[in-house]
């Protein structure tokens, strides 16, 4: 039986993150991980790489670059005619992004001497781990730490039952053949506007089931409220308070029917996503042999450390508290690494980014301006519109804007709110100065090159003050 001083079980962005960094520290590493390619051989990078985040975007920057030279490029003097979408050489190219990342995950792993193995985890108690392959064979293995990192999968709903052929989890999304003429979309989160923006620019015609009232809940009022304007302006049918009853498959399709505006109805597609959310991936894991507590929810209990009821034995990532992000994750991963090694590093989970991939992009750190009213808290806030910023101008990019938060007797900043193009990159900026505990003034006082899109969010700083200059 081998042994181990770390046993890291998932290979996603906590856990081989977690694996490199042990290794790094000079600790005998292996990571475990049960993900297979639709041809059956093992791959690493957990969801995110295989079936999320990057292929997701993948499809997303496709179905951009096609919708901009279909509906755009004529603003900009290009003439195209005849342009077309093949699906095939898409997915194809999907594929090979997701290939290329994940054969990366493996040489990186290889590099820094962490041993992977293929299989399935099962813990036999505190101490060691059965290890069944996709093959069948077994084989145990044993640490003296362990961090459990292995992710989360789609949520599933009784009234749409995911049968991987017309009714499709976020997977299977990722992976038509061909463009639904109707597509209809369970949950209008994150997943599911992205998704369904993905086959829209393509030509799908999109209809968003959303059972809350409120669009996008966690996002600021403000902002969520332009971005609906916005998505739906584009061509997405969002109805929200819509209350999926039963689905119904015939000769036409998938017929769903709904509660809606105080009346049942139902619609036909050809396609349909449920989208409504992930939950922590526990299944078979047997935690409970080895002295590890879930929650109601099915997250494993961790302390601020994300350490379990035992002392030697870690959780990160989806599977934990807080937001099911990437990024996090790998923070998290890392940040256990080093307490194993005896060093004391620090997450500031007040400070992780959120992103979501639509056009415009939105994304925030901190808190929004609701949260902050409900607690007391005195704000200035200051917002600045993409249309009055010239590098938007120039790209054809000028939805949206720029709002930042600060306290009023302080100025330090308490959020940064971005709905425009790129606002997955400029939201950096925003992290790293509260990270710094920075005021908006710090901002405002930092000379931004123009013309960029950046220079936003310099306006918006000086807006917190009254003092913008361009708006």
């Known amino acids: 039986m081998s042994q181990y001083d770390v046993l890291v079980i998932g290979a996603g962005p906590g856990g081989y993150v977690a694996a490199i960094r042990c290794a790094q520290l000079g600790l005998k590493t292996a990571c475990i991980d049960s993900m297979v390619t639709a041809g059956g051989k093992p791959t690493l990078g957990g969801t995110c790489l295989n079936v999320g985040c990057i292929p997701s975007k993948a499809l997303l920057d496709s179905s951009h670059y096609y919708e901009h030279l279909t509906r755009h490029v004529a603003e900009h003097g290009i003439k195209v005619s005849g342009a077309s979408i093949d699906v095939a050489t898409m997915m194809k190219r999907k594929d090979k992004v997701v290939q290329t990342l994940t054969l990366g995950v493996a040489s990186l792993l290889k590099k820094n001497k962490v041993d992977t193995l293929a299989g399935h ?207 996090k994750a790998s923070e998290e991963g890392v940040a256990v690494a080093e307490r194993i090694a005896g060093q004391r590093p620090h997450v500031d989970f007040n400070h992780v980014p959120w992103v979501m991939y639509t056009w415009p992009e939105i994304a925030w750190v901190g808190k929004n301006e609701a949260e902050l009213r409900a607690e007391g808290r005195d704000v200035r806030i200051g917002q600045f519109p993409f249309m009055a910023n010239g590098r938007a101008k120039g790209m054809g990019e000028t939805s949206g804007m720029v709002k930042m938060i600060a306290d009023a007797a302080t100025d330090r900043l308490l959020g940064v709110h971005i709905l425009g193009a790129n606002a997955s990159e400029l939201i950096a900026e925003a992290t790293l100065a509260m990270a710094f505990d920075a005021s908006s003034e710090d901002l405002a006082l930092t000379v931004h090159a123009h013309p960029t899109l950046a220079e936003a969010m310099h306006e918006a700083a000086l807006a917190v003050s009254q003092r913008a200059i361009h708006f």
């Open 121 to 327: 985890a099962r813990f036999v108690d505190s101490s060691e781990v059965e290890v069944v392959s996709a093959g069948g064979a077994s084989q145990r293995v044993s640490a003296g730490r362990f961090i459990i990192a292995t992710g989360s999968v789609p949520a599933k709903i009784a009234s749409a039952p995911v049968d991987d052929r017309r009714i499709v989890d976020s997977t299977g999304a990722l992976c038509f053949d061909a463009v639904p003429a109707r597509l209809g979309v369970i949950g209008a989160g994150v997943i599911g506007l992205e998704l369904g923006s993905v086959w829209r620019r393509l030509g799908a015609q999109v209809t968003v089931l959303e059972a809350l009232d409120t669009f996008l809940a966690p996002v600021d009022r403000t902002i969520a409220e332009e971005a609906f304007k916005l998505l739906t302006k584009q061509g997405l049918d969002i109805r929200l308070g819509a209350r999926v009853t039963g689905t119904r498959q015939g000769a036409e399709g998938v017929a769903v029917g709904f509660e809606w505006q105080g009346a049942s109805q139902e619609l036909q597609f050809d396609r349909l996503i449920v989208a409504v959310g992930r939950k922590p991936n526990t299944q078979g894991l047997n935690v409970e042999a080895a002295g590890v507590q879930l929650d109601p929810r099915g997250f494993i209990v961790v302390d601020s450390d994300c350490r379990t009821a035992q002392a030697h034995i870690y959780a990160v990532g989806d599977v934990v508290r807080g937001p099911m992000l990437a990024h």
